[in-house]
């Protein structure tokens, strides 16, 4: 069993479900090589990913897909409401962000063929924020464990199955602790190379979501580069 993460938008139009465009590749990869292999959303029936794709952008990394209420309802999941507020705001250095997503080195699977599926999670601030980017740093002398989660992730940890996993901004807006969707997990830290005080922290790379439009269309990139004098 192969796994990824995913999460869930409202928008007027209806529930859109997001999660990182080479999740989408590796199932079609795999359909390839077997064509029984299916997907499941959590405990979901078969979930004909390929005919509920609404968008995809190979370039961002993001992939949308329409998920009905009924199965919304079966996987006990909630989708986060964007409908009084879409686009989010602009992410920038320093804000506080929640990411989470379901690391296949963390998973346990039994001879029932039942799974148990633990969760990887982190409070972190913004490091860095480009066009289509955001970047946060994993540094294991400065951060502290949570209370349900005591022991600390190895440098390097396979944060592969994270992949597609909700990224939220906090911030107070008119004297309350609001959170805004902004991205999605695209990248953990084991294919870097590293070298000198980089080797020392893990850099984590999500994908920005506000290209997303509520019928989950993705607006198309806008080209920028350099001209010859």
């Not at 999941?77 to 920038?92: N, S, V």
């Not at 972190?124 to 540094?139: G, H, M, P, Q």
């Not at 949570?146 to 597609?164: I, R, T």
Request: glycine share 8%; net charge negative.
């Amino acid at each position: 069993m192969d796994g990824a993460t995913c999460f869930f938008l409202r928008f007027e139009s209806g529930v859109v479900g997001i999660t990182a465009n080479h999740v989408v590749d590796a199932f079609e990869g795999a359909v390839a090589t077997n064509p029984n292999t299916i997907c499941q959303l959590r405990n979901s029936p078969i979930f004909d990913l390929p005919a509920a794709i609404i968008a995809r952008d190979a370039k961002r990394d993001i992939a949308t897909f329409a998920v009905s209420e009924a199965v919304l309802t079966q996987i006990e999941a909630i989708a986060l409401d964007c409908r009084a507020g879409w686009p989010p705001p602009e992410p920038q250095s320093s804000w506080l962000l929640s990411a989470c997503g379901f690391p296949e080195s963390l998973r346990i699977t039994r001879s029932d063929r039942a799974a148990e599926l633990r969760a990887w999670g982190a409070l972190a601030a913004v490091e860095c924020v480009t066009r289509d980017e955001i970047l946060i740093v994993y540094d294991p002398m400065i951060v502290r464990p949570a209370a349900w989660a005591p022991v600390l992730p190895a440098l390097g940890f396979n944060m592969s199955g994270c992949s597609g996993g909700p990224v939220l901004v906090h911030g107070i807006r008119s004297g309350l602790h609001r959170w805004y969707p902004v991205g999605l997990i695209a990248a953990g830290p084991r294919e870097q190379q590293k070298q000198g005080a980089s080797s020392e922290f893990d850099m984590i790379r999500l994908r920005r979501i506000d290209s997303i439009q509520c019928d989950g269309t993705i607006k198309e990139a806008e080209e920028t580069g350099w001209l010859p004098g």
